[in-house]
């Protein structure tokens, strides 16, 4: 089935890095943009990154830009979000999301179960 | 940027009763809004699309209206399996989510 599945979450100390993986089965990894939204413990949900079908195009949160840099292979079906200089406030579960269609449209269809990130020294 | 103010932050309703949450934006974001429900400990689902558009699966009694800034979300007939927090989305520019409803039954 459809499916999305995000690991490579962790603790990490301020100033550290950390790449998450989500890895897609079920529909045509290449045809979507995908995107990296996130949520903090009891907070709500912060959109992060987005990637276009072929990796060409990304955009980022004011919040993560020059930190975070999101990535993808096609080939493995994979996403990647790899996360330097690490803050406190970039403690959250972490969700990978397919966008709905295979023209962008910012609306999320298909979510991972999300990767705890904490961030605390 | 495109600020989403959601009210109410909770509510608690009675099995059967009709719920409705709004949205209202600090500027237009025509029709690029979306409703989605996250159950305690679970990923989001995408609900309504496009202000009014059920996304496929998704039961009928929820339904989405509104245009330019202001937006609202019903349950029509509300379910103890409908206990979640609800957020609106707008994507007119770059994602951003509502600060979301926590819906409990009374």
């Known amino acids: 089935q459809v499916q999305l599945v995000e690991s490579g979450g962790g603790l990490v100390k301020p100033g550290g890095s950390l790449r998450l993986s989500c890895v897609a089965s079920?529909?045509?990894?290449?045809?979507?943009?995908m995107t990296w939204i996130r949520q903090a413990p009891g907070k709500g949900l912060e959109w992060v990154s987005y990637?276009?079908?072929?990796?060409?195009?990304?955009k980022y949160a004011d919040s993560v830009k020059g930190r975070f840099t999101i990535s993808r292979d096609n080939a493995k079906n994979s996403l990647f979000l790899q996360m330097n200089s690490l803050r406190v406030e970039d403690t959250a579960v972490y969700y990978c999301?397919?966008?709905?269609?295979?023209?962008?449209?910012?609306?999320?269809?298909?979510w991972g179960q999300g990767t705890m990130v904490t961030v605390s020294s | 940027d495109i600020q989403m103010t959601q009210s109410p932050s909770s509510l608690s309703a009675s099995v059967g009763d009709r719920v409705t949450i709004t949205c209202q934006a600090n500027?237009?974001?025509?029709?690029?809004l979306n409703w989605y429900q996250q159950k305690p400990g679970r990923a989001p689902r995408l609900l309504i699309y496009?202000?009014?558009d059920l996304e496929t699966g998704a039961p009928s009694r929820f339904s989405g209206s509104g245009s330019g800034t202001d937006f609202s979300f019903t349950i029509s007939s509300l379910q103890p399996e409908d206990v979640a927090t609800y957020y609106c989305?707008?994507?007119?520019?770059?994602?951003?989510f509502g600060q979301g409803t926590k819906v409990e039954i009374k």
């Open positions: 990637i276009s079908a072929n990796g060409n195009y990304t």
């Open positions: 500027q237009d974001i025509n029709y690029h």
């Open positions: 079920g529909f045509t990894f290449s045809d979507y943009y």
């Open positions: 496009d202000v009014s």
């Open positions: 989305q707008q994507y007119e520019t770059l994602p951003h």
């Open positions: 999301a397919r966008d709905a269609t295979t023209v962008r449209s910012d609306s999320f269809d298909i």
